[in-house]
């Protein structure tokens, strides 16, 4: 970790600029954590738009470490589900001794230090990791809203390194669309819940274009699984029955479904189609 005087924050750069204010901000979150002080910190210096910075690897060991030993699971459950909002977005996972566009800080602060700060990012990120059975049993047990357990579900999936499903729950956060794209015309398939009256339940239908500004079109029937072949969806329907999340649940039973796109006809497996947007 960085000591607080090193003239490495003052090289580090966040979305707007130097970083040089971030070892400050990290001392005060860590003699007594504000919301008010970590929303400043991760706003302004370590994410923006999807994208982490120098500063963020830097950061991130100071916040695992007061996710590590706080005694407020709150306090434990954002930043768990903050910092692996941060590994969703890291580009490059397996890059090492560090990601090649830190050649430029390399050359003003040493191979190194750069080699020091991806080492210790990393190893932050097992330290939260480390904690998902604690953050689950802290929602399961309390009032939280779907899409906040839909977050803490991006999170985990980060942290188990299924970067292109924490990928789709992010862009999909809030579980009112999904869009999948036909591997054979390559044309979107916008996936829409529906109430189904006749049965009491939500399902799930395909369309061939966005309901929001066609709502006279024609759906398409998604036939859903009974069970779950596929491992990655196996777990995440665990996961997210484990703290409760219900609505996902079900969406799952109809995204490992299939369906005919509605602009070829082809016969399609839904889930892959969903997250082949999501590679990396």
């Not at 779907?146 to 862009?171: H, N, P, Q």
């Amino acid at each position: 970790m960085l000591k607080w005087n090193s003239d490495v924050w003052g090289k580090l750069t966040g979305p707007y600029s130097s970083a040089e204010n971030v070892s400050v901000l990290l001392q005060q979150l860590m003699r007594h954590y504000s919301q008010e002080i970590f929303d400043e910190i991760f706003e302004e210096y370590l994410y923006h738009q999807n994208t982490i910075y120098t500063a963020t690897y830097a950061a991130m060991p100071f916040l695992a470490q007061i996710a590590c030993s706080t005694s407020d699971a709150e306090v434990r459950k954002e930043l768990f589900v903050n910092c692996g909002i941060i590994e969703a977005s890291r580009d490059g996972h397996d890059e090492e001794p560090f990601p090649e566009s830190w050649s430029e800080l390399a050359e003003d602060v040493g191979s190194s230090v750069c080699s020091g700060l991806y080492r210790e990012y990393v190893e932050a990120i097992e330290k939260l990791k480390a904690l998902t059975e604690e953050v689950f049993t802290y929602t399961a047990r309390h009032s939280i809203d779907e899409t906040e357990k839909r977050f803490i579900l991006v999170a985990d999936a980060a942290y188990r390194g299924s970067y292109m499903l924490a990928d789709m729950l992010m862009t999909f956060i809030n579980g009112d669309e999904y869009v999948a794209v036909c591997p054979a015309c390559e044309n979107d398939i916008f996936i829409w819940p529906h109430e189904d009256n006749s049965v009491e339940i939500e399902i799930l239908q395909a369309y061939e274009q966005d309901p929001v500004f066609h709502t006279d079109q024609e759906s398409h029937v998604i036939v859903p699984v009974t069970s779950f072949a596929d491992e990655e969806i196996r777990t995440l329907v665990e996961r997210a029955e484990a703290i409760g999340e219900q609505t996902l649940v079900r969406h799952l039973y109809y995204l490992a479904g299939e369906t005919f796109c509605p602009s070829c006809r082809e016969k399609i497996s839904v889930w892959p189609s969903l997250l082949s947007t999501f590679s990396k």
